[in-house]
């Protein structure tokens, strides 16, 4: 008896390795896999802007870092005695002009070096509403569209779906001005099958099928895009509320973990997959709490690990162990 449906995922043609460089960037979702490829130790830059959702938010973002552009006290505002940007996550603001402006330059400066030497850039989106500066809004130009809207006043905001055409020529522009940055910059796609309910079920369907269809009429027209399916493997393979959280918004650890298996079937080789073994039988001695730490079975077993590591280190010595091998060598 078959429980959820199956389907067959298109391999990346440019599969990832580790040494390579990966930026990741979009909704919270992305956050998920970006902690997965770090803790198996993959070279991650993630959401230098903090989580972004809708297509303009992220083209506006990666413009940002290409342009190497900075900004100044006249580029954000202050609401609950605190400073933000309209661009920005909340974790740039600051309690000072000063700081939060610190927080965003240097974020986009590491981005800009990151992104110009890039491997392959991981774009999720997660909705096609926007909402866009209203007169009211503090420090805003009106028209413009709020990454974030800091808890701010409701009359703010101007809330509206964009549409196909829009969306497509909003990503088709920040996909030609990247990749004249960076040439050898791989892109994937994905849509997050985060559900915005707030927006209200059908209108969450509407904002997904702009998303969709924008998306895909970029990688046909482009053999250098790929589009990974986490979305389908949530809403279509899975597709039951048990693989999402309480708030049945967002896929819970077994569809997340579902996805990332999918992943790493579709992207990645062969090899890197055995490596990740290792390096995840690592992660677990590393972690390890013994009840005991000073018997000789445990003393050897961090002797071993420490070796393990070691061998491992200096096999690909683009990998960082050093917390491991520390860990390691001071316990014993």
């Not at 070796?307 to 200096?314: A, C, G, Q, R, Y």
């Amino acid at each position: 008896m078959k429980f959820h449906f199956e389907f067959d995922i298109k391999k990346l043609p440019q599969p990832i390795r580790h040494g390579q460089q990966l930026l990741l960037m979009g909704s919270c979702f992305t956050e998920n896999i970006g902690e997965k490829l770090r803790r198996h130790k993959f070279s991650v830059m993630e959401n230098p802007n903090g989580i972004l959702f809708n297509p303009v938010s992220v083209a506006e973002a990666i413009a940002m870092y290409v342009d190497n552009e900075k900004v100044t006290a006249s580029d954000i505002f202050q609401h609950n005695e605190t400073w933000h940007s309209w661009k920005h996550h909340s974790r740039f603001s600051g309690i000072t002009a000063e700081e939060c402006v610190q927080k965003i330059n240097a974020s986009a400066t590491n981005a800009h070096g990151y992104l110009k030497t890039a491997d392959h850039l991981l774009i999720t989106l997660g909705s096609a509403w926007i909402y866009t500066l209203t007169e009211e809004a503090a420090n805003g130009n009106r028209g413009s569209v709020a990454a974030n809207n800091h808890k701010a006043p409701a009359n703010w905001f101007a809330k509206r779906l964009m549409g196909v055409t829009e969306t497509l020529d909003i990503l088709s522009t920040m996909l030609q001005k990247v990749r004249l940055f960076n040439p050898n910059l791989h892109i994937i796609f994905t849509i997050s099958p985060v559900r915005h309910l707030r927006e209200g079920v059908i209108e969450n369907n509407r904002s997904k099928a702009v998303l969709i269809q924008a998306v895909h009429q970029l990688v046909e027209q482009n053999d250098a895009l790929y589009y990974f399916p986490a979305y389908e493997l949530v809403i279509d393979d899975l597709r039951d509320y048990r693989f999402y959280a309480e708030d049945l918004v967002h896929p819970n650890y077994q569809a997340t973990q579902y996805v990332w298996e999918k992943f790493i079937l579709a992207c990645m080789t062969a090899e890197t997959n055995l490596l990740m073994k290792e390096i995840a039988e690592i992660n677990l001695a590393f972690q390890h709490k013994p009840f005991n730490p000073l018997t000789r079975q445990h003393q050897q077993f961090l002797k071993n690990y420490y070796h393990k590591t070691f061998s491992l280190k200096e096999k690909y010595p683009y990998l960082d162990f050093e917390k491991e091998l520390v860990y390691f060598a001071n316990n014993q």
